[in-house]
């Protein structure tokens, strides 16, 4: 097969392949909160013509190697049409934090959730709403940053978001606004018939100098079958710091995709952990942009892959100005067939002198039949530059597991022992106490089901 | 309380012991000297359970029972304890945690309940304090980022708290300074009981005059090859192995 007939059926497939995701959505305009804003329609309009036009990555197509699309395609999911209304927030206890102390959005299946959120009093400078009510009453507040700072995105999927662009949380911080309490947004999904599509957009913007902390959380009631493909977009004003916490424990049979797209103006700090520890399928992308001097961005994660797991990160930090700092610090734990791709790009300009990146990958592999694809790269093209990455695949040092047998502690709870140490670097560095916590207590009863060998 | 015969154990295909016996009795303090390389480090850690050793044949019975059969954790329940030649750093398992799970692994071995929070801190305050050591060890990770002398402290400590049967130190006096010898040494002497036997792995007289020995012995290329009183430690002192090694040898 040429080439151009290859790019063909590639083309006729993912017209094909994501027809449902489209599904319900079109110019009519009156399906979705967009309806009536030109520019919005133009944006949706151009996302769903780059669907029908661009090929479906394959395990050829750059940053989709390791990353099969498959088992994701052969679901024919369909995009959520009614909003599901009859949960009460006696329904969502089991799912919440114990003793946080936040500001709470729930929202079901990529649709905000008035009945189930808990807002409290907000600062003064401080709005959280939903999407679709905000382009509703009042779509110029968002002419700007909506779809301005993900741009075409980084492939297949935030077309598809932006062409469904219907609903999902916004967060907006005026200039100055501090909000001291955590803003928890949790993205609930359950299971329907049929396996559905929630494509939440989100937006967080602060204004210059504010500050705010924001947990998300990826959340599904039961062991559905769905997928979620959400772009977050953030925008930081100068001297603003997002603290930013995401939690991704989806059910067992979830994909799930999210595309983060930060924007950070002179002088101000992102810092940002991502758990992945759900999902039959997940993959996140994280893209970096800096439009200022100064600004620090600080990428964490932490992530642990078993049985019947993919769970893939994708980094694309971009230093285009002078005295930025980037910093990815990951972590991996890979046990029975689980499977984990880290794929990390830092870009250094000729003109980004006094950069500071640093990039490290760690994975800790417990099981033969686990794997780990990791791919840190830093293309430099400054002279004057502190630019470091290092990357490791390791196992349990076996003297470590016999200094704490020797103490009488069982070779499970050994390993588990060593693995939540391991992991440590990254949870210890969550706050508040009770969200450290609660990770803790999620890795550690997932490494307490791993079948560690 | 121990009792090993003719034991024999190598690296890959290297014999490192040759035909090792050694009778301990309960209460009695054994100390063993011998040439580095002889095979000390290799005794404790083939009585532990460490892997990468292969026991090639003899015996060892703790209290009747075959240490060989059982896992490393299993022997540290039946009152074994091994004070690390060279403690290993564990980053990030926090120390009081790792502490509270050997105790209470030790204790559910012995058909003891779990102490509660208030117990435990009592009891690893008064354990802290024989070993002169700060509360502020108790949140670092194990051994992590610890002095030498800490290190060695830290491994009385755990002794101190696990009250084995039969206790094994190796060169737990290498690198402490006098005080730091003083301090440890009195920890020793304090948990020394009729019921309590240790095994004392050290180069020097110095730690021998603190802690005084029923019996000495000097292990070299693989074998226990001199028997003796405390006085043969201070014969070694003044003269080293070689007399004793060729002696053999001829
Ligand atoms: N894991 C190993 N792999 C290879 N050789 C080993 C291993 N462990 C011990 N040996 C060898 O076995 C011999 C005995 O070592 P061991 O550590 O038991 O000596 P030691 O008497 O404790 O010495 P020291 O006084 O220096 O502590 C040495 O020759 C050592 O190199
Ligand atoms: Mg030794």
């Known amino acids: 097969m040429n080439a151009a007939a290859h ?10 392949a994501f027809a449902g995701w489209l599904q319900g959505l079109g110019g009519n305009g009156d399906q979705n909160g967009s309806g009536g804003i030109d520019w919005l329609e133009s944006e949706r309009e151009q996302a769903a013509a780059r669907v029908r036009t661009q090929p479906v990555p394959t395990n050829k197509s750059e940053g989709w190697r390791y990353t099969g699309l498959r088992k994701l395609i052969e679901q024919g999911f369909v995009n959520v049409d009614e909003p599901v209304t009859a949960l009460t927030p006696d329904d969502i206890g089991e799912i919440l934090i114990p003793e946080l102390d936040a500001h709470r959005v729930v929202l079901v299946n990529g649709r905000f959730s008035d009945v189930l959120s808990s807002l ?24 700007g940053v909506l779809t301005r700072i993900a741009g075409e995105g980084r492939h297949v999927f935030a077309s598809l978001n932006t062409a469904a662009i219907d609903d999902g949380l916004v967060l907006q911080l005026d200039r100055g606004a501090i909000a001291e ?18 494509q939440p957009r989100n937006l967080l913007s602060l204004g210059d100098g504010a500050q705010a902390q924001v947990i998300e959380r990826y959340v599904s009631l039961g062991d559905a079958l769905y997928c979620t493909n959400s772009v977050l977009e953030i925008a930081l004003g100068r001297d603003a710091v997002l603290k930013h916490t995401r939690i991704q424990q989806e059910s067992r049979n979830a994909f799930h995709i999210t595309g983060l797209y930060l924007s950070q103006e002179a002088n101000s700090r992102y810092a940002g952990t991502n758990i992945g520890l759900g999902g039959t399928w997940a993959r996140t992308d994280l893209v970096t942009r800096f439009a200022g001097e100064h600004a620090e961005c600080d990428l964490k994660g932490l992530y642990l892959a078993g049985d019947q797991q993919l769970i893939d990160y994708h980094m694309d930090v971009r230093h285009a100005l002078p005295n930025c700092a980037s910093r990815e610090t990951f972590k991996g734990i890979l046990y029975g067939k689980g499977r984990a791709v880290f ?8 003109d980004a002198q006094k950069t500071d990146a640093e990039m490290s990958n760690r994975n800790l592999i417990l099981s033969p039949n686990a794997e780990v694809d990791t791919k840190p790269q830093l293309e430099i093209y400054a002279d004057d530059v502190k630019c470091s990455h290092g990357t490791t695949v390791g196992q349990i040092e076996p003297e470590m597991l016999f200094y704490l047998r020797s103490r009488g502690i069982a070779a499970s709870l050994a390993r588990r022992m060593l693995c939540l140490g391991f992991a440590g670097e990254i949870i210890d560095a969550l706050g508040p106490e009770s969200l450290r916590d609660y990770v803790a207590e999620q890795v550690g009863q997932r490494l307490e089901q791993a079948p560690l060998e | 309380m121990l009792s090993v015969k003719g034991l024999k154990a190598s690296v890959g295909d290297e014999p490192i012991l040759k035909g090792l016996d050694l009778e301990v009795k309960p209460g009695e303090v054994h100390a063993i000297m011998g040439p580095n390389g002889s095979g000390k480090s290799t005794f404790a850690h083939v009585l532990s359970g460490r892997e990468g050793y292969e026991v090639t044949g003899g015996s060892a019975e703790l209290d009747g029972e075959d240490l060989f059969e059982l896992e490393p954790e299993e022997r540290a329940r039946l009152g ?6 060279y403690p290993v750093e564990l980053p990030g398992v926090n120390n009081m945690y790792f502490l509270k799970a050997a105790l209470n692994a030790i204790r559910k071995s012995r ?27 108790l949140k670092r990770p194990v051994n992590f980022g610890f002095s030498g002398g800490e290190k060695k402290r830290n491994e009385i400590f755990q002794m101190a708290l696990l009250e084995p049967k039969l206790a094994i130190l190796d060169e737990t006096d290498s690198g402490l300074d006098i005080d730091a010898l003083r301090i440890v040494a009195d920890g020793v002497n304090a948990l020394r009981s009729p019921e309590r036997s240790m095994i004392v792995v050290t180069h020097y007289q110095r730690l021998l005059d603190y802690i005084q020995p029923d019996h000495v012995h000097v292990l070299a290329k693989g074998r226990i090859i001199r028997s ?8 070694l002192e003044e003269k080293g192995y070689g007399w004793i090694v060729e002696g053999e040898a001829a």
């Open chain 2, 80 to 85: 074994l304890f091994l004070a690390f030649q």
């Open chain 1, 343 to 350: 794929d990390g790009l830092v870009y250094v300009a000729r």
């Open chain 2, 228 to 235: 003796g009183g405390k006085e043969l430690a201070l014969e």
């Open chain 2, 111 to 137: 058909g003891e309940e779990e102490l509660d929070a208030v117990s435990f801190m009592r009891l690893m305050k008064e354990k802290l304090k024989i070993l002169h050591l700060d509360d502020s060890l």
């Open chain 1, 7 to 16: 790019q063909r059926t590639g083309q006729a497939d993912a017209a094909e």
């Open chain 1, 181 to 198: 309490r955590p803003i928890e947004v949790i993205h609930l999904s359950i299971g329907m018939d049929e396996p559905r599509v929630a």
């Open chain 1, 120 to 143: 409290g009093e907000l600062p003064k400078g401080v709005r959280v709403g939903s999407l679709r009510d905000l382009l509703e009453s009042d779509p110029a507040s968002v002419k």
